[in-house]
C-alpha cells in the first residue's frame, strides 16, 4: 500500500506541475506585472526568466519533497538532512563561485539545480530504502 501511494502522490503532483509549468508559459508575464506591479521591461524580462526557470523544475521539487517525507515518515530521518546539507553546500558554491561569473542567470538556476541535484540523491536512496526495508519485501 506504501508503495502504492507513493506512487499515485508523485504522479499527482507531477500532473499539478505540469499544469502549473503551463500556467507559467502562459501568463508568467501577466502574473510577474500583478505581483510586482512594474512596467519597466528589463524587470519583467528577468522576472519571467527566473519563473520560467523554478516552474520548468517543478516536477523535480515535488519528487525531492514527497521522497523526503518518505523517508522521513519511514523513520530513515538522517538521510534527508544529508539531501538539506547537500543543498546549503550547492547554495555556498554557488554564491561564491558561479553567480560572480554568470550572474542574475546563475541567480536564478541555483534552486532549480539543486532540486534537481538533490531529488536524483533522494529517489536513489528512497528506492535503496525501498528495496532493503522489510515492510516491502512483500508488496
Known amino acids: ?38 512596467k519597466d521591461e528589463e524587470i519583467i524580462k528577468c522576472g519571467k526568466m527566473c519563473l520560467y526557470y523554478h516552474f520548468i523544475m517543478l516536477p523535480s521539487l515535488a519528487v525531492l519533497l514527497i521522497v523526503r517525507n518518505f523517508l522521513s515518515a519511514m523513520g530513515k530521518k538522517v538521510l534527508p538532512i544529508i539531501s538539506s546539507i547537500m543543498e546549503l553546500l550547492i547554495k555556498i ?38 528495496k532493503k526495508d522489510k515492510l516491502f519485501k512483500n508488496s
Not at 499527482?12 to 510586482?36: H, R
Open 1 to 38: 500500500r506504501i508503495k502504492d501511494g507513493l506512487k499515485k502522490i508523485i504522479i499527482i503532483e507531477l500532473a499539478l506541475s505540469v499544469f502549473y509549468i503551463g500556467l507559467i508559459l502562459i501568463f508568467g508575464k501577466n502574473i510577474f506585472v500583478l505581483i510586482t506591479n512594474t
Open 93 to 130: 558554491v554557488f554564491a561564491f563561485f558561479i553567480v560572480p561569473n554568470l550572474g542574475y542567470v546563475a541567480v536564478c538556476l541555483t534552486e532549480p539545480l539543486i532540486w534537481f541535484v538533490c531529488m536524483i540523491y533522494i529517489v536513489i536512496v528512497g528506492l535503496i530504502v525501498i
